[in-house]
């Protein structure tokens, strides 16, 4: 049996479903996740969400359209949430516990499988049953295959979360991820009829001014090393204070500097709202693989695209990751 028929039939073992996603959900993950949502709720499956952390404004239609209601573990461990409740539980878009702050502790309460369907090069090895797929572009695509092999109808609302899920992950097919099968998809899912210009509009053009503040201060705080290979910028507490931004509004600020044609690697530093390790973001251009570099740190995700966090101050850790960097693009000279 494939790998894609062994998580069918653990979707057709199931009645009630708990979906979760990575912390600091992005598109491709409430997407992703609305969509399974969605396809297991027209097979009479009762599927209910966890969010790990708040469910970000820009994508909140995707659940608040099609009433997908979840808990919110951002403040704790969300009263009345049973794991043991769960004949199964479903992981999309991570698959690493770093990535499910609160999950590990509790994994143990739930019955039936631990299935993860993802996407990300970094994985560990707990579920039951996996679905990866490092070539896919986004979670959202190999929700779309599983849904379709499952006999699943799509229609217009899951066709959209599947969009949302494609077009964040890609940078609106732009990103080196995107292939023909994103093409296909995607065109698929517009026969569909996804308002394709009405989520445009709210990805890339319903910014809060405060989060173009932010913007301006990261670029500001941008210093190239490595002989310009390399871009580096840090948003300390007092930045989000000044900018009067959250943590979410940095999402995509770190690509900005590969606008530099000598930059092939950039960096941002996040220093944390309360104590706790800053987080770095990191996009390379293709010459340097990011989430191997991240491994090194505990950290992961993609080769273009990925994190790891580190205790300390935001410049002490941005001097030490730097310095890290510049060692990796001088050995990939040799
Ligand atoms: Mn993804």
Redesign the pocket.
């Known amino acids: 049996m494939d790998e894609i028929q062994s998580v069918i039939e653990a979707l057709n073992g199931c009645q009630r479903a708990l979906v979760t996603t990575h912390v600091r959900p992005?598109g491709?993950?409430l997407g992703s996740t609305a969509a399974l949502v969605m396809g297991m709720r027209s097979r009479g499956i009762e599927a209910r969400v966890l969010l790990l952390s708040h469910l970000p404004t820009k994508y909140a239609f995707i659940y608040e359209e099609n009433d997908i209601r979840h808990w919110d573990a951002e403040a704790g461990w969300p009263a009345g949430l049973e794991l043991g409740e769960f004949d199964s539980l479903w992981v999309v878009?991570t698959g690493t516990w770093s990535q499910l702050p609160g999950l590990k502790e509790r994994i143990g309460q739930v019955k039936g499988p631990k299935v993860v369907v993802d996407?990300h090069l970094t994985q560990e090895n707990w579920a039951d049953l996996k679905l990866v797929r490092t070539k896919a572009a986004?979670?959202g695509e190999i929700v779309a295959e599983l849904l379709e092999r499952w006999g699943v109808v799509v229609d217009q609302p899951m066709a959209t979360a599947l969009y949302l899920a494609l077009v964040s992950?890609t940078g609106w097919f732009a990103y080196s991820n995107t292939t023909p099968a994103t093409m296909r998809l995607a065109a698929r899912l517009m026969e569909m009829g996804v308002d394709t210009d009405r989520i445009y509009q709210k990805l890339y053009q319903n910014e809060r001014p405060q989060r173009i503040a932010l913007q301006t201060l990261a670029m500001d705080s941008m210093q190239l090393a490595g002989d310009g290979a390399l871009a580096v910028m840090r948003l300390s507490r007092h930045d989000f204070e000044q900018a009067g931004a959250g943590v979410p509004d940095t999402e995509g600020v770190v690509n900005i500097p590969l606008q530099i044609g000598s930059v092939q690697v950039s960096m941002l530093g996040v220093e944390p709202k309360d104590f706790g390790p800053v987080r770095v973001s990191l996009r390379s251009k293709g010459q340097v693989d990011v989430a191997r570099f991240c491994e090194k740190f505990g950290g992961g995700g993609h080769a273009r695209a990925a994190g790891l966090k580190l205790e300390g101050g935001v410049d002490e850790v941005m001097a030490k990751v730097t310095g890290e960097m510049e060692k990796t693009l001088r050995e990939g000279e040799k």
């Open positions: 992005d491709d993950a878009d996407h986004a979670a992950d």
